[in-house]
């Protein structure tokens, strides 16, 4: 594992095991965002979205792209600019009202009736509807289903318990053409309880295999200073496209 994103089977199952019972509560995710510790907020961007953008695309214009747990990411002006429009979710408001202010983009606050508690941030243009609530409480019956997703940070954060229920509401989302862009890390989870999650092939395989073609399409090495700080000397990061059957 120290050297290569590629391990055994019977290692994958027992490295998965380390992380199985770990759990991240939403009260923690709102205080990392309060105190500002958001070093998973890639302030440029993600290299991979615009390397694969075209294939993201394929030809399409106008499209309705997800954003699973956009936090302030500034890919979704972008993709706004480009033409596109944007849902994103996140459960800290504070993170959804720095994207705007930050983005220099005025916005209006709704509240969502099938949602309980929740609130929709919608740009003025209305190409960027950001909600805040649960991911889990997000439906196609709120969204519409959508035509492409971009899953940098979200898998890889979500509690290892819930990836079930987070592929089956992914699944969900997706329309017939859509394409899903997943960014995974691959990393020895005895060095790193996690988040971000150690996520295997096999893991992605078994989540989304049976409704998705699955094609790995890039494999980097990605280790900085940050996965450094957390004792790691390995940190790998994959990318797939994941296109319904």
Known sequence: MENSPDVTGNEKYFEAKLQESRVVTEEEWLAKWQTKNIGFHMEQGHPFLRKYLDLLLNGRKGLKIFFPLCGKTIEMKWLADLGHHV??????????KEFFTEQNLSFS?????????????????????????????LTSTVTGKVDGIWDRGSLV??????????????????NEKCRCLLVTCLYDPSK????????????????????????CLEKKDSLSERPKQWGLDSFWEVIYVLMLK
């Open 87 to 96: 849902v994103g979710v996140e459960i800290s408001e504070s993170a959804l």
């Open 109 to 137: 606050e709704e509240t969502v009736p099938q949602i309980p508690g929740a609130k929709l941030f919608k740009s003025t243009s209305g190409n960027i509807s950001l909600y805040c609530c649960s991911i889990y409480d």
């Open 157 to 174: 954060a979500v509690n290892p318990s819930q990836r079930e229920r987070y592929s089956q509401l992914i699944l969900s989302l997706m």
């Open 192 to 215: 790193h309880k996690g988040p971000p999650f150690y996520v295997s092939d096999s893991e992605v395989k078994s989540l989304f295999g049976k409704h998705c073609e699955i094609k």
